[in-house]
């Protein structure tokens, strides 16, 4: 198992995809667990909560793609799952779910490229997630996060 370029979270997030995915054999939930366990431990005690959270997105979908593209999973489920997960976190900590789920959609970017898989698919998945998670959380999340992901989509690219 090659880690490309992971941060130690990435890592992290990566063997907990693995380990989730091997010992329940439920990619979907496995994977949403998994993330939203890991962001939860990374921004545990630290006091700038909501930077360390957007920091820690984008690296813990990275590595769950990652982990699910090793694994022979479906890179676009594995994608949806982690973002969602971390955007369920992002809330749980009291974080901006918003720029988090930015991050997150940039994570899932890259993790599409690192491993050659479609990046515009990689996006498609990760914004669907943002979204769901945002549902589940609230209409008015829910709202704040598709106009910021799409925004963000968009300005990307234009760049």
Do not use: F, H, P, Y
């Not at 984008?58 to 973002?83: L, N, P, R, Y």
């Not at 009291?94 to 993790?111: N, Q």
């Amino acid at each position: 198992m090659v880690d490309l370029n992971l941060s130690k979270i990435g890592r992290g997030a990566k063997w907990a995809v693995v380990g989730a995915i091997k010992g329940t054999g439920d990619t979907i939930e496995s994977i949403i667990q998994a993330t939203r366990d890991v962001l939860l431990i990374a921004v545990d005690g630290v006091s700038q909560v909501v930077v360390a959270t957007e920091k820690a997105a984008g690296q813990i979908v990275v590595g769950a793609v990652q982990a699910a593209s090793e694994a022979g999973e479906d890179i676009g489920v594995a994608t949806k799952s982690a973002v969602k997960g971390v955007v369920k976190g992002a809330s749980e900590v009291g974080a901006d779910v918003g720029k988090t789920a930015v991050a997150a959609v940039e994570g899932a970017a890259k993790a599409a490229g690192d491993v050659g898989a479609d990046v515009a698919d990689a996006v498609e998945k990760a914004t669907t997630g943002a979204i769901e998670a945002a549902e589940e959380i609230g209409t008015d999340t829910a709202e704040a996060v598709r106009k910021v992901v799409k925004t963000a989509v968009k300005g990307k690219e234009n760049d």
